[in-house]
Nanobody
Framework: QVQLVESGGGLVQAGGSLRLSCAAS????????MGWFRQAPGKEREFVGA????????HYADSVKGRFTISRDNAKNTVYLQMSSLKAEDTAVYYC?????????????????WGQGTQVTVSS
């Protein structure tokens, strides 16, 4: 069965950096667009960014553009979210998700598989 397991969350001070990882199993990893979403308490889940199966194209939400970078290692079936210049408003549970399409989508329901999430807390 497909599993997505996030790791790397934690507590960090504002202005700091953190790298999240998402290890995938049970799927042909390089066939999937991998997305990152986040959900803060009392808010809807929101798109953070995504990367195509080859890693050739990335797309980011305006709120994280220039601060976050998504990459993937298809040999390790892992996608990463490097977060820098973190702000208190980045505090949320971060989820990775997999979508069997060629192009990036920002819409959560279109992603078929989801991880359990990892908490990121940014203290101000």
């Amino acid at each position: 069965q497909v599993q997505l397991v996030e790791s790397g969350g934690g507590l960090v001070q504002a202005g700091g950096s953190l790298r999240l990882s998402c290890a995938a199993s049970g799927l042909t990893f390089n066939s999937y667009v991998m997305g990152w979403f986040r959900q803060a308490p009392g808010k809807e889940r929101e798109f953070v960014g995504a990367i195509t199966g080859s890693g050739g194209t990335t797309h980011y939400a305006d709120s994280v553009k220039g601060r976050f970078t998504i990459s993937r290692d298809n040999a390790k079936n892992t996608v990463y979210l490097q977060m820098s210049s973190l702000k208190a408003e980045d505090t949320a549970v971060y989820y990775c998700a997999a979508d069997l399409r060629v192009t990036v989508t920002t819409t959560a329901p279109r992603y078929k598989y989801w991880g359990q999430g990892t908490q990121v807390t940014v203290s101000s």
